[in-house]
Structures are given as structure tokens and as C-alpha cells.
């Protein structure tokens, strides 16, 4: 389906078998997904309402599109959910960007400084307090939405408090694993 714009969206449509599918129509495509039945906006299992603002309810929605939990899809890779490392031809597979959901607890640290690095990074804060390390200077994102973004510069990081931050870079090369992270 497309709007005024020409752009694609998707819609929830009812579903059938006692409550436990619905349909997604994404362009013209309707994909029977398995999960309790929903209107938009809305789901209810067991009695319980719950308000959805928007979030899809499959997985694979199609072939174009994705949705998941990033805590739990980065449990493999350390929160990192989109970049080079992932399956070539699955859609959170890039060679541009790469993204990662991190939840750290007071005191942990990264094991080494990222030497020799050529990327961009950005930080965004989420809750907490996040300290990040560049040489000569040490920068502490204490309010939600604090940011930090820097460009081939050596760094560090520490978390001061439990805390969860979003980190994107770009673009996503290999090879700037340290020690501590690559797989045992």
C-alpha cells in the first residue's frame, strides 16, 4: 500500500482462527503471521489490553522489512544488531553502518583503547551514566539523549552507573575486535 507520497506502509488487518493470527498488508502482500488477533493499535491476550503505538507483531514482516527486540537479538554479538558481521542477505546485514543496544553495569569498561581507528562513532544515552575516554579528554553522558560523536579517534569508554546507550558506526569494517571480544 502506498500514500499520497508514493511512500510504502503497512496495516493491521483482523485476523481469523479463534484470536490466534493476524494479517499484515505491506504492498498489496498479506502475510498470515501466527500471533493473537490485533486491531491497530491495540492487543489483547487473555483479557489484558495492551496498547501497541505502532510496533509491528512479527518478526519478518517481509522481505524489506525487520522487527525485533534489541536486547535479545544482540545477545550473540555483545548488542551489536546491524552491521557487516551479521548474514549476508539478511536485512540487518551492512557494509555502511553498523548499530548497537548496550546495556552496562557500574564499573564495567572496555577492555582496551580502539587503536588506529578510521570510523565515525556516535553515542547516544538512554539512562545512566556513560563516560567516554578520548585522548586528552573524557566526556560523561549523564541526561537522557546525551550524544557524543567523534571521527577516527582512539577511545575508551566506562560506565559510571548502570546504564543503556545506543552506539552507531560508520562505516561497518571488520577487524577492530579487541581481545576481550572475540568469541571464545
Avoid at 101 to 110: D, K, L, V, Y
Amino acid at each position: 500500500m502506498a500514500d499520497s507520497n508514493g511512500d510504502s506502509n503497512l496495516s493491521l488487518e483482523k485476523g481469523h482462527s479463534k484470536g490466534r493470527s493476524v494479517s499484515l498488508a505491506a504492498q498489496g502482500q498479506t502475510l498470515d503471521c501466527g500471533l493473537p488477533q490485533a486491531r491497530p493499535g491495540t492487543y489483547q491476550e487473555d483479557g489484558e489490553g495492551v496498547r501497541i503505538h505502532g510496533v509491528l507483531l512479527s518478526r519478518a514482516v517481509t522481505d524489506h522489512a525487520y522487527t525485533g527486540n534489541a536486547q535479545i537479538d544482540g545477545a550473540a554479538r555483545r548488542g551489536w544488531i546491524l552491521g557487516h558481521f551479521m548474514p549476508a542477505g539478511d536485512i540487518r546485514h551492512s557494509e555502511d553502518l553498523e548499530i548497537r543496544w548496550a546495556i552496562h553495569q557500574p564499573g564495567e569498561r572496555r577492555a582496551q583503547w580502539v587503536a588506529d581507528e578510521r570510523r565515525s562513532t556516535a553515542i547516544i544515552l538512554i539512562s545512566g551514566r556513560f563516560k567516554v575516554e578520548l585522548p586528552g579528554r573524557s566526556i560523561v553522558l549523564s541526561e537522557q539523549g546525551d550524544y557524543v560523536v567523534f571521527h577516527g579517534i582512539s577511545h575508551s569508554w566506562e560506565a559510571e552507573t548502570r546504564c543503556v546507550i545506543v552506539g552507531i558506526r560508520w562505516p561497518s569494517v571488520s577487524g577492530y575486535q579487541s581481545p576481550a571480544d572475540l568469541p571464545e
